[in-house]
C-alpha cells in the first residue's frame, strides 16, 4: 500500500510557474512508476505526464509538453511537476499516481492516488 500527497499547488497569474510535489509514505514507492493527472472543472480527468521507477523515460500529454516537467527523487520518495509559462487552460486538481507499468496514460494503470492539489492560473 502507498499513500500519495501532493502540495505546491495555488493561485498564479498566466506565464507563471509552480512546482508540485507528492510524496510517498514508504520506500517502496521506488518500485513503481509515477504519473501525473488533472481534472478541470465539469471535465474527465486527463493525463498530464509520467516517468519511469528512476524518474526516466518521461512522457507528456501534448498539450503541457515543452511547458512541464516530471522529476523524481528516490531518497526523498517524492516525484514533482514543474509546470512553467503556465496558462489558464492549465486551472484544475492535479493528482499524483503510482502504479506497476511505466510510462501509462491510463489511469487504470494506477492502483495509488493523492487527494489532489488546487493550481488556478489567472488571466
Known amino acids: 500500500q502507498v499513500q500519495l500527497v501532493e502540495s505546491g499547488g495555488g493561485l498564479v497569474q498566466a506565464g507563471g510557474s509552480l512546482r508540485l510535489a507528492c510524496a510517498a509514505s514508504t520506500g517502496t514507492f521506488r518500485s513503481y512508476a509515477t504519473g501525473w493527472f488533472r481534472q478541470a472543472p465539469v471535465k474527465e480527468r486527463e493525463f498530464v505526464a509520467a516517468a519511469g521507477r528512476s524518474g526516466v523515460p518521461t512522457s507528456y500529454a501534448e498539450s503541457v509538453k515543452g511547458r512541464f516537467t516530471i522529476s523524481r527523487d528516490n531518497a526523498k520518495n517524492t516525484v514533482y511537476l514543474q509546470m512553467n509559462s503556465l496558462k489558464p487552460e492549465d486551472t484544475a486538481v492535479y493528482y499524483c499516481?503510482?502504479?506497476?507499468?511505466?510510462?501509462?496514460?491510463?489511469?487504470?494503470?494506477?492502483?495509488?492516488w493523492g487527494q489532489g492539489t488546487q493550481v488556478t492560473v489567472s488571466s
Open positions: 499516481a503510482a502504479g506497476p507499468i511505466a510510462l501509462s496514460s491510463a489511469e487504470r494503470s494506477y492502483p495509488y
